[in-house]
């Protein structure tokens, strides 16, 4: 629950970030769309990993991948370092660890 509600604030929060730094609907789509077609795209192997391999192992390397992410854009954001392409960046790689995450999420609460 906490790791689901991390990322979806961190969505929110970069949504944010991005539209105040550049007022720009098309970049705010990008974020959008950075975020989320890993999921959409990485979904075969991830979920084939998911079943491969130890899914605590795959979820805590994830989460923490996650973790270290928000970290690092939040520290750049606060001194003023967070570019929109570096944002961008950014949710392309939580959209990553999101895709990762996921599938053994699933499995084990099934």
Request: charged share 5%; proline share 5%; glycine share 6%.
């Amino acid at each position: 629950m906490l790791s689901a509600s991390g990322t979806w604030f961190q969505n929110l929060a970069a949504s944010l970030l991005i539209f105040r730094l550049t007022h720009s609907p098309f970049l705010l789509g990008l974020l959008n769309f950075c975020q989320f077609i890993p999921v959409l795209v990485l979904a075969p192997w991830t979920g084939s990993a998911a079943d491969r391999f130890d899914r605590r192992r795959l979820l805590i390397a994830a989460q923490t991948t996650a973790a270290a992410l928000a970290t690092i854009l939040a520290i750049l954001a606060w001194s003023g370092l967070a570019a929109a392409w570096v944002v961008i960046l950014f949710a392309l790689g939580l959209g990553v660890t999101s895709a990762t995450s996921i599938p053994p999420q699933q499995a084990m609460l099934e």
